[in-house]
């Protein structure tokens, strides 16, 4: 949550999880032959869907034999979970958007104000300006009927909690805000209007013949529940503030947006090359496969998934405590992640703790309770590589 009193910003996860809940996650049980088979499958289905080239291949699903699902998943007969922006030319029947005809769809939708349809455009040239080729299908489909709601402070409460101070309701396709907005005056006003426009980017339920797709960045895994909402919650923030995080620092504004998750994930996606693009085309399987990639056996990143949804659950619900195992566990991955980037070999000890400094500083940014940024995990983390690898002081 964000640490300011009534300065928070939420995705209104609670509305949607129950229509989910029946959806099962094939994480880590598919192979690359199943993949194959799956492709097969699709092959044989719509005559108005074309078949696609087995997803075993390709950026995606880098790994050799990787166990995660790669484009899509069948779920039952004719439920689909659509993993990646490969699946959209089928589902959309058509390429992606120009900034031009993405501005259509907004001009025609009827619940945006006229002044609101000013800013839209303003923010996806800005977006695309930032992130080149983005993709832009999913916000096109949202954005032609997306509603936007103007509410009291006590109903935002009422609906999205204490602590809320806007809301995305992905199921309904609803944005709610503030009758008080005042997104040209007030900094908050402005991080959170675009935070929830950012919401828009990766979830639609698309039913075309007797199928039904479901695209959505975080996963229902069985007996797990959902795993991955607080990365994607996080995303968010990233996606929706990075173009104008000088703009936003330069303004005194350090916290953006759940400043203890997404200090952790920002050190993690520059750590891999992720952008929070990437969370507009793929869901979080690749987010994960590239976790894997750079840290090998470390710990698998799906664990990390679920750390990161704990840590927020319990930092939301002020449960959070300090020596636990677990999250000793994510700053390790974290200190050790980080290493891979900005630290080796050559460097003097002295330029190592540097680095170990910078590390710090990096996830204590806006932290306003800094006890549950664990410094002396990451210390230890990097006196344990200069021990290994006989760098001394
Ligand atoms: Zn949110």
Redesign the pocket.
């Given at each position: 949550m964000v640490n300011h009193m009534k300065r928070s910003?939420?995705?209104m996860l609670m509305l949607c999880i129950s229509v989910f809940t029946l959806s099962a996650c094939s994480l880590g049980e598919g192979t690359a032959d199943e993949s194959q088979s799956i492709a097969e499958m699709f092959a044989q289905m719509d005559e108005d869907i074309s078949p696609i080239e087995p997803a075993s291949s390709g950026e995606y699903n880098s790994k050799e034999n990787a166990a995660r699902p790669c484009d899509f998943t069948f779920e039952g007969d004719t439920y689909i979970k659509v993993n990646s922006n490969v699946m959209f030319d089928q589902i959309f029947g058509r390429g992606n958007y120009t900034l031009e005809e993405l501005y259509s769809v907004i001009d025609k939708n009827k619940s945006i104000p006229k002044e609101y349809k000013d800013f839209f455009k303003k923010y996806f040239k800005e977006l695309t300006d930032y992130y080149p080729d983005l993709e832009l299908r999913v916000f096109a489909y949202n954005l032609k009927d997306v509603e936007m709601q103007f509410i009291s402070e006590y109903d935002i409460h009422q609906n999205g909690g204490e602590n809320v101070y806007a809301m995305?309701d992905y199921e309904n396709n609803v944005i709610m805000l503030r009758d008080t907005l005042d997104y040209q005056n007030e900094y908050w006003d402005l991080i959170s209007l675009r935070?929830?426009i950012a919401?828009m980017r990766n979830y639609f339920q698309i039913e075309k013949g007797e199928y039904k797709y479901t695209y959505r960045f975080y996963v229902f895994c069985g007996e797990e529940g959902s795993v991955g909402a607080t990365v994607d919650?996080v995303l968010?923030?990233m996606f929706s503030t990075d173009p104008y995080y000088e703009e936003y620092i330069n303004a005194g504004i350090e916290n953006m947006?759940y400043p203890l998750a997404t200090n952790e994930l920002r050190v993690i996606v520059d750590a891999i090359d992720y952008s929070p693009a990437d969370s507009v085309s793929h869901n979080m399987y690749l987010l994960e496969d590239r976790m894997n990639d750079v840290m090998g056996d470390k710990l698998d990143s799906h664990i990390i998934m679920k750390t990161f949804d704990r840590q927020q659950r319990e930092n939301i619900n002020q449960e959070i405590q300090q020596n636990d195992p677990e999250y000793e566990a994510l700053f390790d991955y974290i200190a050790c992640i980080y290493m891979t980037k900005y630290v080796n070999e050559s460097m003097s000890y002295a330029e190592i703790m540097d680095r170990c400094e910078v590390l710090k500083d990096k996830l204590l940014t806006g932290v306003h309770n800094p006890e549950y940024v664990y410094t002396d995990v990451v210390d230890s983390a990097f006196s344990k590589y200069c021990e290994e690898h006989g760098i001394t002081d």
């Open positions: 910003i939420c995705a995305y935070h929830e919401h919650e968010t923030v947006g």
